[in-house]
């Protein structure tokens, strides 16, 4: 077993290969289970090599090895993965060794007619504008801009949740 395989170097790919893959008689050969999904690769730094992690993907498949796409999510409600689609699906293009194509979740079955948070108004997703309005650009000063965001979402914030404690109050 071999998790987080996302992670992998070609040097790594290549140790699971002669332990796992190369030409040993069959009842000699371990399984082989890989965990990994490319659209975690974060280790670049550390020599994770998509490319590398393809190719390894391909040689298990090539070997007779299956592939199981693990798509349904036990965390989010669906409208929360419906956003996450609509905003990712259009700007991840699969490119070969460095970006995967996307992948859709599915909620699980415990929450797949779940709405998520459905009270006050509220909804399980919002999009918050967190700058300044068009009036107010003049006043404040580009090395500033990121805190003055921060500072207006912060105050959207506090104001949502004495909203909503009020309302629960009543």
Known sequence: L?????DTDAGQCELVARLALDELPTEHQPGLFLVGDPKQSIY??????????AG???????AGGQIAILDVNFRSVP?????V??????????EEGRQPAFQPLHAAPPVEGDPGFDQHGRRA??????WAHESDKGKIG???AADHARELE??????DLAELRARDAL
């Open 2 to 6: 071999v998790d987080e395989f996302q």
């Open 44 to 53: 670049g730094w550390r020599n994770a090599d998509l490319a590398a992690y």
């Open 56 to 62: 390894f993907v391909a040689r298990v498949e090539q």
């Open 79 to 83: 409208p929360i993965l419906a956003e």
């Open 85 to 94: 689609e609509r905003c990712v699906q259009p700007v991840m293009q699969a």
């Open 125 to 130: 997703v919002e999009h918050w504008v967190s």
């Open 142 to 144: 580009p090395s500033t």
């Open 154 to 159: 912060a105050q959207a914030i506090a104001q």
